[in-house]
């Protein structure tokens, strides 16, 4: 679509006021998007136009703490629930029962023991805090106990 002088007159006249582009548009009987690219080729820029940029630099941190205020119990649910699902993964995973007595009714009461102290972090904390692949790798040198066989072998002395 080419465009007469006459129309380019008209643009550089009313492209830099305050006159919307759908008016412009609509008397061209063009397209704003080639309105705005004649403007770019011309260099024509509008006056006011708005920035898209927020005022706010830290928009995104308020936004994130208004979302998390609106919505905390049903994140804190989804979180305990993702740490039981990995706890019940990792459980049965290593044999799905306590390697002593069987027990495996409860996984709440299955225990991580690492054997041979070759311990670099807590089951507890990396269930918590860590990746999948960190959880495998710190589980493969655990064994299940449950909670009353971890503690007769730790405390065997007493």
């Not at 703490?65 to 609106?70: A, P």
């Not at 029962?97 to 990396?126: Q, R, V, W």
Request: with cysteine.
């Amino acid at each position: 679509m080419r465009w007469i002088q006459k129309e380019v007159e008209y643009l550089k006249e009313k492209y830099p006021t305050e006159v919307s582009l759908k008016d412009i548009s609509n008397i061209l009987n063009k397209s704003i998007k080639s309105i705005q690219h004649k403007a770019v080729r011309l260099k024509l820029a509008r006056r006011n136009s708005p920035i898209n940029r927020p005022k706010n630099l830290n928009h995104r941190n308020e936004y994130d703490k208004r979302y998390y205020e609106i919505n905390k119990e049903r994140i804190y649910k989804n979180k305990m629930a993702r740490r039981r699902r990995n706890k019940i993964k990792l459980i049965e995973l290593l044999g799905g029962k306590c390697t002593i007595c069987g027990y495996n009714k409860c996984p709440a009461a299955c225990d991580f023991h690492h054997n041979n102290g070759n311990k670099e972090k807590s089951m507890s904390i990396l269930i918590k805090n860590s990746s999948k692949q960190q959880l495998l790798k710190e589980a493969k040198k655990c064994i299940i106990l449950c909670s009353n066989c971890h503690r007769e072998l730790h405390n065997k002395g007493i």
